[in-house]
Structure formats: structure tokens, C-alpha cells
């Protein structure tokens, strides 16, 4: 369940499923009832429903929203925007079936309409939007977001664009969004993440064989994707065989970082971390740290000198490193060894001038290098790929695209941080709270990676675990977190995955949307990871 699939990739899913013999028209029937269902769990009978059509499949899913929810006894009206006779296909069927009025739909005429209805089912635009929303489609969606009623979305709220999450001009909020088969990058990615409300993902008869025959690379993050290659400590491990990272500090008074990082690195099982620190900075780092060793060194070659032990086979690089020269000889250093690295904050700024030198250094090593940047610091290295150059690409293609070009596996953090591998593949991540906005909180992030490395994980699975790790922690410690708080909640987080990874493999999930029969009651529906209150826990 955690693949997402562009609109083109949907699109392609819904042909595949209707050449193989679904007519379109029963896949409608079941997506308009699962955001019947949706509406119906949140909107008790009594409340009156406003049913927004747009001129495309999104309004034919609407059309049999309204029919099937006025057939539980809700007071239902239809506004459709456009010309009724210019429905097609599938949509025009919907229309068909639907017994109540069509009334004309822009953005005055909406205004009364929403000061009596209860709840507002969208269903103006979803994969099909095309471009900037303008004229009355605009009026319509700034008239509904404006009022405040709840808002249930059919596929996307509209005016967001399901395969980048941007924004087209203007976009509704929703309460809740229903939408079919997989989740769309639009669901997770900044902006559109917080348009959504909570996102249901409704089973309307798409077989997951479609799935091979599309190949898609994107997926949610979350322990699917690397929980296999994340074991328990095992009978017979020992410190050495969990792998041993080191974490390079900054300057006397700049080791809070390294700090930070190298307890994260410990807590994510690395069975040893060493801080590594310019003499006078380990002096000071010493009288904070028990668990975690401490060596000094006094220039490059000593820094390389520390890391000929093979044992020692992950490095963490850059939290309050500095930025310059010295930096960029540690990095240099540290990526002619043999251990994986993290490069984070400094060690990335200080290729800011001439990113290609560290490119040109990672690409074709054996050992896997993740870079953990932030807008800002991505900025620096990839310039041509920041947000503000490059219009509505994607975060997630500006991230493939970085990864393929440094040959290392890209971290770019966010609210909505996307995992990036120069293979192709690529992760969104979702679990993560706004409280993690913290000073510190990153350095714990590559801390953690860190950890993963020296437990032997591959590059990409290390970068995910540790972005999903980093998020669930941070959704433990809560509001109020500093990032100190972070790795000490490590341990119930690993203690529950490691508990879950022992479990039999879980049952196939629920069919979710029950085809035909009677109406009645809201049946199961497959709900997002954070919305344990929805339908989903009910049956
Ligand atoms: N795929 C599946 O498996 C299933 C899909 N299903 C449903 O179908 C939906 C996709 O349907 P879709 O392709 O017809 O697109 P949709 O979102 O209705 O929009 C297209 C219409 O909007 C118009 N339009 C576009 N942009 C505009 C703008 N800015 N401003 C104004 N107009 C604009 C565009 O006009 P045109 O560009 O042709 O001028 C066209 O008329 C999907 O989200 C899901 O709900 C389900 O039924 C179950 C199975
Ligand atoms: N609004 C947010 N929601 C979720 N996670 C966030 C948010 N803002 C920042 N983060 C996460 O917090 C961390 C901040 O890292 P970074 O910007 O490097 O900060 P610092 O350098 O202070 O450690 C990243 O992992 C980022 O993804
Ligand atoms: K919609």
C-alpha cells in the first residue's frame, strides 16, 4: 500500500483494470460510494450535503456521491460547473442516474448555497486538473474555501495538483480526502499535504497486478521499506559486529552537534560511537559524554589516520563542522576511506563553491554517502534544482534528480523530507510533526543514519529508517521538544518495530469497499497511518 502513483500512472492503473474487463462506469459507482461512506462517518443523517461537480470524471464521482447519499435520506444539492450536455463517458452516465436537480454552479451562486449546506462534497477537479485555476472555477473554489464549511475531496482537494502537490492558482482545504487505489504524491508533498485533511484510500476493484505493469517509483515512507534489513540485536552480536561510527565535532564551542548526533548514532544501534574532535573541543565534549568515546586529532591526516581501522565503518560529518578549507579536507579524507558517511550542514556549504569536487569524489565509491540538506543548504549544491529555479518540479524529482548527479543518496528535508537514490528510487515521508523544527533536530537526523550505516544498512534503506525513526520520535517526545529529547525516544520506537518485525506477516487488508447491495451503514474503508479514529478501526 505505500507505492504512489502519479495521475498518469492512475490513469494508466484504471485502463489496465478496465481493458481487463471492469467497466469504467463500476469503478465510479465504487469511488463515488466510498466518498458517500466518508461523508456519511463524519456528517450524521440530518445534515444538509452540497455536492460541487466539475465537467470531468471527478464531477461523475460526485454525481454518484449525491445519488447514493440522497438515497440514505440526506438532504442533497447538486451544483455542476459547466454545460450538463458536455458531460461524457462514464460522468455522463453518473449524471444519468442521479434523479435530483442539476443547478448551475460559479461564484456568486455558490454563496447561498454554502451558508445552508452542513457539508460540502468537492468533486470539481482531481487527477484531470490541467492547468491554473481562473474564472468562476477559481470564484468557486475561494467562495467555498472562504465559507469554512467542512469539505469532503473526491481524489484531491481541488486546484492541487496530484502529481507535485502545488497549488494551481488556488485550492480547497478539506476535512477529509477519499482517494482510490494509492495515495498521490500530491497527498504527502508541501502544499498539497495540508490541503488534505485527513486522506482515506478506498479500494474501488483496481488489482494490484496493475501495480507490475506500471513499475512506480515513488513510495510513502514508512518500515516496509527497509524494516527487513533493520534486525533486532541478535544471540551472539557483539559491540563490533553492530559496527562502530565515528562523529566528527566542531571547535570548542561548537560540540553540542556532534554531541547531539553521536548519542543518536548510539541509541540507533551502533554498538560504539567515537566523537572525534579537534583537541581542545574534546576536552569540553569529554565532561558531557559517558557511552559515547572521544579521540582528539590534530589535522586531515590524523582525521584519516582515526579512520584506517576498518571496523570503523561509518563517519558523521558536518554538524557545526565549520565551513572552509578544513571541512572540505575532513570530507575529503573521510570519502577516501572505506567507511559510509553522512554529510550534513557544514560539510555540505563548504562545497558550496564547487560542488562538482565532492561529486566527483562520491560517485563510484563502494561504500554509500548520504547527504542530508535542507532547502537552504540543497540551494548551495544543486542551484539549478533549488525550488525557486525550477517552477512546479517536484520535490521528489528535484531529489532524484540531485541523487543521480552526486551519485549519493539524497536526503532533502521538510516538513514533507524526500529520500532520494540515484537508482530512481524515491520516498516521501510523512510521519514527521511540525515540533521537529527545532535547532539540533537535523544533526540528531543524520545521527541516526549515521547509527543505521555502521549497523550495516545499505544507503538508501539507512536514509529512510532514519527519517521515519527521526518523525516517530518526534511524534513521541510531542510539543515542547527539544532535540536533546530526541534519541532517548528511540527506544520505545525501535522496541515497537522490532515487535512488529517478529509478528506473522499481517493479514491481506479488508476489501474496502463493498460493490452492491444495500446502502446502509459506512462499511471499511483503508485509511491513512495517522488517522486511527476514521472508519478504518471500525467494523
Ligand atoms: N483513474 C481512475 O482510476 C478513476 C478515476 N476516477 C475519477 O476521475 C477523476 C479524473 O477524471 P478526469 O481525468 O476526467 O479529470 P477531472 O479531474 O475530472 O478534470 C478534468 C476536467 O476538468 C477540466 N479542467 C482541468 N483543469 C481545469 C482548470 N484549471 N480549469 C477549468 N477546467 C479544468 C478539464 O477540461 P479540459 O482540460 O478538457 O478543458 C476536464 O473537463 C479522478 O480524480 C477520480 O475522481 C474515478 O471515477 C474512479 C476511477
Ligand atoms: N515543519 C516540519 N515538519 C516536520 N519536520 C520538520 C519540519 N521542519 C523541520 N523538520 C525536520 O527537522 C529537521 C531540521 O533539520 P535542520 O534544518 O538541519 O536543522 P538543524 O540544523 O537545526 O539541526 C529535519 O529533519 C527536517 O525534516
Ligand atoms: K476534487
Redesign the pocket.
Known sequence: MNELLTPAEMSRADRLTIDAGTPGIRLMERAGRAVADATAFRHVLGTRVLVLCGPGNNGGDGFVAARILAERGYAVRLALLGDRSRLSGDAALAAAAWRGATEPLDGDGVVPMLAQAGVVVDALFGAGLARTLEGEARRVVEAVDRSGRPVVAVDLPSGIDGRTGAVCGAALHAQTTVTFFRRKPGHLLMPGRAHCGTVITADIGIPDWTLREIGPALRQNCPALWLDRLPAPRLGDHKYSRGHALVLSGPALRTGAARLSAEAALRAGAGLVTLVAPEAAAAIAATHLTAVMIEAFADAAGFAALLADPRRNAVVLGPAAGVGEGTRALVAAALAGRAGLVLD?DALTSFADAPETLFDRVRGRPAPVILTP?EGEFARLFPDLAERAVGDRPKTERAVAAARRSGAIVVL???D?VVAAPDGRAAINDN???D??T?????V?AGIAGGLLARGLPGYEAAAAAVWL?GECGRRAGPGLIAEDLAAELKPVLADLYRRAALPPAEPPPVAIRQEGPTLPPRRLLVGSQDEDEPGGTD
Do not use: E, I, V, W
Open positions: 550542514a535542507h528535508k521538510g516538513t523530507t514527521a510533526p511540525p521537529l523544527a535547532a539540533g533536530s537535523g544533526d537526523l527521526h
